[in-house]
C-alpha cells in the first residue's frame, strides 16, 4: 500500500471520528493509526483449512501522540470471524503484527474487512477499517491456479496463470478463463486436453487494464477429474496497476567485421508497457534507404537489429524506431556517421633500385592500404623496347596480403642505354571476389624511385644517390662519357698546338 494512500486513510480516521459528540470523546488528532498492509496465508485457502490474516498496524512518525489498540477484528458482512483483544500501545513510528486465523466453510471470493478499534492516549478514539480478500477453493479439489505478473503491473502487461495438477490422476478437458470487470483480456479462454498428476502448466494473457489502481483478476478452471465429474476452481488476486511510463532508447553503432561494415541497432524498453507494431527505418539526405519491421519488444527487454553496408551511403545516417505504446503512437531516433568499407588495394612502396651487373634488381613492398583482404597478389616487369624482364624475378608472387599489411617483394630487369628512366610494373590481385589488374610506372630520375601512371606516389626511401649524383646504375656510361670528354680536350689541344707551329 502506497504512503499515499496511508495518508488518505489516516485522514478518514480523523474525519470519521471528530464527528463524535464531545461527551463521548473526540479522537485525537495527533495520532495517526494506519493498517499498513495485510498478507493472507495460504494465499488460496481450501474450504475448511486455515487461513491466517496477517495485519500490521502503524502509528505514524509523525504522530505526536501514542494509540492504544484495543481490538483488532476480522469480519465477513456483520459477522465476525476473528477478534484479538488489549494488544498495549503504539508509540510514534511504532507497528505491530496480528495474526487473525479463520476458515471457510464454501468456496469462492470472500469480501472481509478488517476493523482496528483503539484510542489515543490523548482521549480521542478511532475505527480503522481495511478491506481483505480471500479466494476460497474447494475442499476435495487438488488442482490449484495461481496468479502472477513477470514485471510490475502497468496498464498494459503480461498476467500468468500457472495450472498445478495435485491430485493422485490425470484431469481432463480443462478450460481456463481470465477476467477482470476493468480489464480487457486477449484471447481470455484457452482450453487443453488433459494435464498429468503431478504437472502444471503455465499460461501467458495480455492484459489491458482501465487505468492504474487496484485492479482484480479473477481465474477460472473447469475440468473433468479422474470420476468425469465436473469441477471448477476459482483465484482471484487485486494487482496494484502502476500508470503508463513509455519509455524507449534506440543506440546504434558501426562495426566492421569480415572486411564488411554494417549499422548495429538496439531497441531497449526502460518503460513498464510494452512496445507494439515496432518499425526502424534508416534515413539519410531526406530519403529512406532502409526499412525493417521488428517483433514486439516488452517490458525491460532489448531488439537487435543490423543494416547492411548495400542500403547505406557514407556519412550521417539517422536510424527511426517507430511503435506504438499505451494507445499512442510514438518515434525515437539517433544518428551514425557511416563510412563504407573500401575495397582491398595493393599499393607499390618504399622501392630501391640497386645494380645487379649488366641489369637492376627493384625491392620494395607491396602494402595493402583498402580495409578487406587481397589474395593471389602478383607483381611483375612490363616488357618494353627499354626495359626487358630477366631473371630470377620477372615475377614475383606477393600472395595474401591483410588490411594494413604489407609484404617484401624483389623484381629484376635490363635497361636498354642510359636513357631508361621508368621501369613498368604490373600489379594484378583479388578483393572482394573480384580480379584488379593496373600497371604502374616506377620512375627513376637521378637516383630517386618513384610510381606514376595508374599507382599512389611511393611513400618509402628513395634509390641510391650514386657517383656524382648519377645515380648507380650505368658505370659504364659514365666511363664512355668521361673517355669521350678526354678524347675531345686532348684533340683540341693538338689543334692548338699545330696552330702554333704553322704560324
Same mark, same amino acid.
Request: aromatic share 4%; charged share 20%; hydrophobic share 35%.
Given at each position: 500500500?502506497?504512503?499515499?494512500?496511508?495518508?488518505?486513510?489516516?485522514?478518514?480516521?480523523?474525519?470519521?471520528?471528530?464527528?463524535?459528540?464531545?461527551?463521548?470523546?473526540?479522537?485525537?488528532?495527533?495520532?495517526?493509526?494506519?493498517?499498513?498492509?495485510?498478507?493472507?496465508?495460504?494465499?488460496?485457502?481450501?474450504?475448511?483449512?486455515?487461513?491466517?490474516?496477517?495485519?500490521?498496524?502503524?502509528?505514524?512518525?509523525?504522530?505526536?501522540?501514542?494509540?492504544?489498540?484495543?481490538?483488532?477484528?476480522?469480519?465477513?458482512?456483520?459477522?465476525?470471524?476473528?477478534?484479538?483483544?488489549?494488544?498495549?500501545?503504539?508509540?510514534?513510528?511504532? +507497528?505491530?503484527?496480528?495474526?487473525?486465523?479463520?476458515?471457510?466453510?464454501?468456496?469462492?471470493?470472500?469480501?472481509?474487512?478488517?476493523?482496528?478499534?483503539?484510542?489515543?492516549?490523548?482521549?480521542?478514539?478511532?475505527?480503522?477499517?481495511?478491506?481483505?480478500?480471500?479466494?476460497?477453493?474447494?475442499?476435495?479439489?487438488?488442482?490449484?491456479?495461481?496468479?502472477?505478473?513477470?514485471?510490475?503491473?502497468?496498464?498494459?502487461?503480461?498476467?500468468?496463470?500457472?495450472?498445478?495438477?495435485?491430485?493422485?490422476?490425470?484431469?481432463?478437458?480443462?478450460?481456463?478463463?481470465?477476467?477482470?470487470?476493468?480489464?480487457?483480456?486477449?484471447?481470455?479462454?484457452?482450453?487443453?486436453?488433459?494435464?498429468?498428476?503431478?504437472?502444471?502448466?503455465?499460461?501467458?494473457?495480455?492484459?489491458?487494464?482501465?487505468?492504474?489502481?487496484?485492479?482484480?483478476?479473477?481465474?477460472?478452471?473447469?475440468?473433468?477429474?479422474?470420476?468425469?465429474?465436473?469441477?471448477?476452481?476459482?483465484?482471484?488476486?487485486?494487482?496494484?496497476?502502476?500508470?503508463?511510463?513509455?519509455?524507449?532508447?534506440?543506440?546504434?553503432?558501426?562495426?566492421?567485421?569480415?572486411?564488411?561494415?554494417?549499422?548495429?541497432?538496439?531497441?531497449?524498453?526502460?518503460?513498464?508497457?510494452?512496445? *507494439?507494431?515496432?518499425?526502424?527505418?534508416?534515413?539519410?539526405?531526406?530519403?529512406?534507404?532502409?526499412?525493417?519491421?521488428?517483433?514486439?519488444?516488452? +517490458?525491460?527487454?532489448?531488439?537487435?537489429?543490423?543494416?547492411?553496408?548495400?542500403?547505406?551511403?557514407?556519412?550521417?545516417?539517422?536510424?527511426?524506431?517507430?511503435?506504438?505504446?499505451?494507445?499512442?503512437?510514438? *518515434?525515437?531516433?539517433?544518428?551514425?556517421?557511416?563510412?563504407?568499407?573500401?575495397?582491398?588495394?595493393?599499393?607499390?612502396?618504399?622501392?630501391?633500385?640497386?645494380?645487379?651487373?649488366?641489369?637492376?634488381?627493384?625491392?620494395?613492398?607491396?602494402?595493402?592500404?583498402?580495409?578487406?583482404?587481397?589474395?593471389?597478389?602478383?607483381?611483375?616487369?612490363?616488357?618494353? *623496347?627499354?626495359?626487358?624482364?630477366?631473371?630470377?624475378?620477372?615475377?614475383?608472387?606477393?600472395?595474401?596480403?591483410?588490411?594494413?599489411?604489407?609484404?617484401?617483394?624483389?623484381?629484376?630487369?635490363?635497361?636498354?642505354?642510359?636513357?631508361?628512366?621508368?621501369?613498368?610494373?604490373?600489379?594484378?590481385?583479388?578483393?572482394?571476389?573480384?580480379?584488379?589488374?593496373?600497371?604502374?610506372?616506377? +620512375?627513376?630520375?637521378?637516383?630517386?624511385?618513384?610510381?606514376?601512371?595508374?599507382?599512389?606516389?611511393?611513400?618509402?626511401?628513395?634509390?641510391?644517390?650514386?657517383?656524382?649524383?648519377?645515380?648507380?646504375?650505368?658505370?659504364?656510361?659514365?666511363?664512355?662519357?668521361?673517355?669521350?670528354?678526354?678524347?675531345?680536350?686532348?684533340?683540341?689541344?693538338?689543334?692548338?698546338?699545330?696552330?702554333?707551329?704553322?704560324?
Amino acid at each position: 500500500m502506497s504512503d499515499r494512500a496511508l495518508v488518505v486513510l489516516a485522514v478518514a480516521v480523523v474525519l470519521a471520528t471528530s464527528a463524535v459528540p464531545l461527551g463521548a470523546g473526540v479522537a485525537s488528532a495527533e495520532s495517526q493509526v494506519v493498517v499498513q498492509s495485510v498478507a493472507v496465508d495460504p494465499s488460496t485457502p481450501r474450504v475448511g483449512e486455515d487461513v491466517t490474516v496477517t495485519a500490521t498496524i502503524r502509528n505514524f512518525e509523525s504522530s505526536s501522540d501514542a494509540a492504544r489498540i484495543n481490538q483488532v477484528s476480522l469480519r465477513a458482512g456483520s459477522r465476525t470471524l476473528a477478534t484479538a483483544r488489549d494488544l498495549g500501545t503504539l508509540g510514534s513510528g511504532g +507497528t505491530v503484527e496480528l495474526p487473525l486465523t479463520t476458515d471457510f466453510e464454501t468456496p469462492g471470493r470472500k469480501d472481509l474487512t478488517l476493523h482496528v478499534y483503539g484510542q489515543g492516549i490523548g482521549g480521542g478514539i478511532f475505527n480503522v477499517q481495511y478491506p481483505v480478500s480471500v479466494s476460497v477453493n474447494e475442499r476435495d479439489s487438488d488442482v490449484q491456479l495461481s496468479l502472477e505478473t513477470p514485471n510490475d503491473p502497468s496498464t498494459e502487461g503480461q498476467v500468468n496463470v500457472t495450472v498445478a495438477n495435485g491430485a493422485p490422476s490425470n484431469v481432463s478437458n480443462l478450460r481456463l478463463t481470465l477476467s477482470g470487470p476493468n480489464a480487457t483480456v486477449d484471447d481470455a479462454s484457452r482450453v487443453n486436453a488433459s494435464l498429468g498428476s503431478g504437472r502444471e502448466r503455465r499460461v501467458e494473457f495480455d492484459v489491458t487494464f482501465d487505468g492504474p489502481g487496484a485492479q482484480p483478476l479473477t481465474a477460472s478452471l473447469s475440468y473433468r477429474d479422474a470420476d468425469g465429474d465436473r469441477r471448477t476452481v476459482v483465484e482471484s488476486r487485486t494487482f496494484d496497476v502502476d500508470p503508463p511510463d513509455v519509455d524507449a532508447e534506440l543506440d546504434a553503432e558501426v562495426v566492421r567485421e569480415n572486411g564488411t561494415a554494417r549499422i548495429d541497432a538496439e531497441l531497449t524498453n526502460f518503460g513498464n508497457v510494452p512496445l *507494439e507494431g515496432v518499425r526502424l527505418r534508416a534515413d539519410a539526405d531526406g530519403e529512406t534507404l532502409a526499412r525493417k519491421l521488428v517483433a514486439d519488444v516488452g +517490458t525491460e527487454s532489448t531488439r537487435e537489429l543490423s543494416i547492411g553496408e548495400s542500403s547505406l551511403p557514407a556519412g550521417d545516417v539517422t536510424l527511426i524506431a517507430s511503435y506504438e505504446a499505451a494507445g499512442e503512437r510514438y *518515434e525515437t531516433t539517433t544518428t551514425v556517421d557511416f563510412a563504407p568499407t573500401t575495397d582491398g588495394n595493393i599499393s607499390l612502396t618504399g622501392i630501391e633500385v640497386i645494380p645487379a651487373g649488366g641489369a637492376i634488381r627493384l625491392a620494395g613492398s607491396a602494402s595493402n592500404t583498402g580495409e578487406t583482404a587481397v589474395t593471389g597478389a602478383v607483381v611483375s616487369v612490363v616488357g618494353t *623496347e627499354r626495359v626487358t624482364p630477366v631473371s630470377p624475378a620477372k615475377n614475383y608472387f606477393v600472395g595474401n596480403v591483410p588490411a594494413g599489411e604489407f609484404t617484401s617483394f624483389e623484381l629484376t630487369a635490363r635497361l636498354a642505354g642510359n636513357r631508361t628512366d621508368t621501369v613498368p610494373i604490373r600489379i594484378s590481385y583479388i578483393a572482394d571476389g573480384e580480379g584488379y589488374t593496373r600497371v604502374v610506372d616506377v +620512375t627513376i630520375t637521378d637516383g630517386a624511385v618513384g610510381a606514376s601512371q595508374g599507382g599512389p606516389e611511393p611513400d618509402g626511401p628513395p634509390g641510391g644517390g650514386g657517383f656524382l649524383g648519377l645515380g648507380r646504375i650505368d658505370v659504364v656510361g659514365l666511363l664512355l662519357r668521361l673517355a669521350l670528354v678526354v678524347a675531345v680536350g686532348g684533340g683540341a689541344f693538338y689543334w692548338w698546338q699545330r696552330r702554333g707551329t704553322d704560324e
